[in-house]
């Protein structure tokens, strides 16, 4: 499935030639709180209405409760949605991959997920996972599949020994705060073709205090999430983001991140006060 990206989200082409919205919307910690469900359900339709039509969910977040919010939300719109799952790394042998996706699509109430991912690493071997991912996309249960917080050396791994030549993405944690796939693993995925996605791309809320960054939104007339958002879309069509709102303010703010300028002046004040790595940095997880 080709999800086309709205006039104000740019496309990113994944390796299999379907195309994805830069801007999408995370789930982790949404469905927690059966209070927050109207409101959560909700934020997620504003969201899509607004062109952030990628969904990343996981069967980790609240245990499923995420994946059935997600269904819940994009039931009757299916069409609309680029759907993203992912596998716990204790279920990813060759059967326990087939079996965790059947029952993520239980939850979300469709026939086929858009994007599969290994969550982490664990200890069932890779050639397994590829082996059921592969499976998967020839049952029709998968559109594709990729990996998350997978470091240069997985990567290496993955589309070699392990024959993962068909992964699509790698999602890690990557914002103005850790900035450490700069140096080995953007370069290594740009010279394969493939697109990172930035997890926490506002650092779970962390960053938004910070000085600089709320000086730089003030001069810009923007909200320093919708800055810190910005700063990491600067790398689309390399990289693609999914960012959580839990009403539909928020989500509504974040698809206004995608109409922030940053001049050469914001940028240089981000530039030194969140520098580049200038050496490896060991992949970050959270």
């Known amino acids: 499935m080709t999800t086309p990206a709205s006039p104000t989200n740019p496309s990113v082409p994944l390796p299999d030639g379907r195309v994805v919205p830069a801007l999408g919307q995370g789930t982790w910690r949404l469905g927690d709180d059966p ?15 607004a062109g952030l039509t990628l969904i990343d969910t996981a069967e980790m977040y609240g245990q499923g409760a995420s994946e059935s919010l997600v269904g819940e939300a994009v039931a009757g719109r299916r069409d609309e949605v680029f759907l993203v799952s992912k596998v716990l790394p204790g279920n990813a042998s060759r059967r326990g991959t087939i079996e965790a996706c059947h029952a993520s699509l239980g939850r979300l109430g469709v026939e086929r997920l858009d994007l599969y991912l290994l969550h982490w690493r664990g200890g069932h071997p890779v050639t397994d996972t590829v082996e059921a991912m592969e499976a998967l996309v020839a049952e029709g249960s998968i559109g594709g599949w990729g990996v998350s917080n997978f470091d240069v050396d997985d990567m290496t791994e993955l589309v070699g020994p392990a024959g993962g030549v068909n992964v699509q993405t790698n999602q890690v944690l990557y914002n103005l705060a850790h900035r450490g796939p700069e140096f080995d693993l953007l370069p290594w995925a740009r010279d394969h073709g493939m697109p990172l996605m930035s997890y926490s791309p506002v650092d779970s809320g962390e960053l938004l205090d910070h000085p600089v960054l709320t000086s730089v939104a003030a001069d810009l007339g923007a909200a320093p999430a919708q800055v810190a958002l910005a700063w990491v879309l600067r790398l689309a069509p390399d990289m693609l983001a999914a960012v959580k709102a839990g009403t539909t303010g928020h989500a509504l703010e974040n698809a206004a991140a995608l109409a922030v300028d940053l001049d050469d002046q914001a940028f240089v004040q981000l530039e030194r006060a969140f520098p580049a790595p200038s050496g490896p940095v060991p992949l970050e997880m959270r």
């Open 35 to 49: 209070r927050r469900r109207d409101t959560e359900i909700a934020a997620l339709r504003a969201g899509i209405d």
